[in-house]
């Protein structure tokens, strides 16, 4: 049994902020934000949450597969970005979704962590546990990022995107997961300082630190390198896929991608113009909007990629 995706959906939260009005609040450009990163806009969350943004994007999906939400079997939330640590975002989809019937978890693993709940999905499918499931990719990153670090905040967005899968037989479907914690600190995120009966503490909640040059050598090998691995199970070749859709972290990330598989750029849609890198909900945000766009045809093979904190990386091979 393979994953096949049905339905998709988004949610983005309404205000818009452009390089421009960063450049009023901290030492920064559009020049500088445009040509580095091909970062124009981004959405902050005011009132939306990440279970809110999450919420919509799942019903969306729900809606554009035809699918009850008796029927879904599994939810999992891709964010490291909850509203709080308890209850899990996904049972909060899953109450107000009413899936009475799913079981509801989520997911860390930093902006691949899209990927890594559907790999999990394909696992439940593969050994006949699940047959329908809703995988989110949702995230609140405005309210984490080091708003002092321009080097950083400037890169990030909020919002959040679903997918309703079913199992199949026969749809291609592969996928190359990695991991690599010794590389954890060029990324990193210290929420809670320790502090319990015994120890006392008055330190404030971290807030997030990247190494950005580290994390753009390591994404601009690793990527092209697992979608290689990924094509070599599906016996497929890089000109043979009718689209890639990467993680929306970089435009100069996304095109060294492009030139190292040798493959036009046309091939890699993007929309981190509009919405910055929005972590685990940048693939399924970008999967939603070329669905609904009407540019996915039925048998199209997808290479979905990216590349996170942890380290964390990988690709998904699917038949649309
Ligand atoms: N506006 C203006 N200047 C800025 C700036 C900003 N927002 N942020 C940093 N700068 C300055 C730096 O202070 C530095 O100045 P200096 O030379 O006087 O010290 C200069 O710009 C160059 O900084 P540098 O860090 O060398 O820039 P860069 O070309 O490496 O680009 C990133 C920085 C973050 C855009 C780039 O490294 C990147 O995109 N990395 C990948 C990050 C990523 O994808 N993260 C998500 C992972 S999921």
């Given at each position: 049994m393979r994953l096949k995706i049905y339905g998709t959906g988004s949610a983005l939260p309404a205000k818009k902020v452009s390089n421009d009005l960063l450049s009023e609040y901290m030492d920064t450009s559009d020049e500088w934000i445009r040509s580095r990163t091909g970062i124009v806009n981004r959405r902050l969350a005011m009132e939306e949450t990440t279970s809110s943004l999450a919420v919509e994007a799942g019903r969306k999906a729900l809606e554009d597969a035809k699918?009850?939400?008796?029927?879904?079997e599994i939810v999992i939330v891709a964010t490291f970005?909850?509203?709080?640590?308890?209850?899990?975002t996904a049972c909060i989809v899953q109450d107000q979704l009413g899936l009475t019937h799913a079981v509801a978890f989520d997911l860390n693993a930093a902006c691949s962590g899209f990927l890594f709940a559907l790999n999990t999905v394909q696992a439940y499918f593969s050994a006949g546990v699940y047959r329908t499931a809703l995988v989110i990719g949702a995230e609140n990153i405005s309210k984490v990022?080091?708003?002092?670090?321009r080097g950083t905040c400037v890169l990030f967005g909020d919002g959040a995107g679903a997918a309703l899968c079913r199992a199949e037989d026969g749809a291609a479907c592969n996928f190359v997961q990695k991991s690599d914690?010794?590389?954890?600190?060029?990324l990193s995120l210290k929420e809670r300082p320790i502090a319990h009966l015994f120890r006392e503490c008055d330190e404030k909640p971290g807030k997030m630190y990247m190494n950005g040059q580290e994390v753009f050598k390591f994404a601009v090998r690793k990527v092209p390198e697992c979608i290689h691995e990924v094509l070599d199970l599906a016996y497929?070749?890089?000109?043979?896929?009718?689209?890639y859709l990467l993680h929306q972290a970089n435009k100069r990330i996304i095109s060294s991608v492009a030139k190292r598989l040798g493959?036009?750029?046309?091939?890699f849609p993007t929309n981190l113009e509009e919405y910055g890198n929005t972590s685990a909900a940048s693939i399924p945000i970008l999967l939603d909007e070329v669905n609904r766009k009407g540019m996915l045809k039925e048998g199209d093979i997808l290479v979905l990629s990216g590349f996170g904190a942890g380290l964390t990386w990988g690709a998904c091979l699917l038949e649309w």
């Open positions: 699918a009850a939400p008796e029927e879904v970005t909850p509203d709080c640590s308890l209850p899990s990022v080091d708003w002092k670090d914690g010794s590389g954890g600190a060029v497929l070749k890089p000109e043979e896929v009718d689209w493959i036009p750029e046309e091939k």
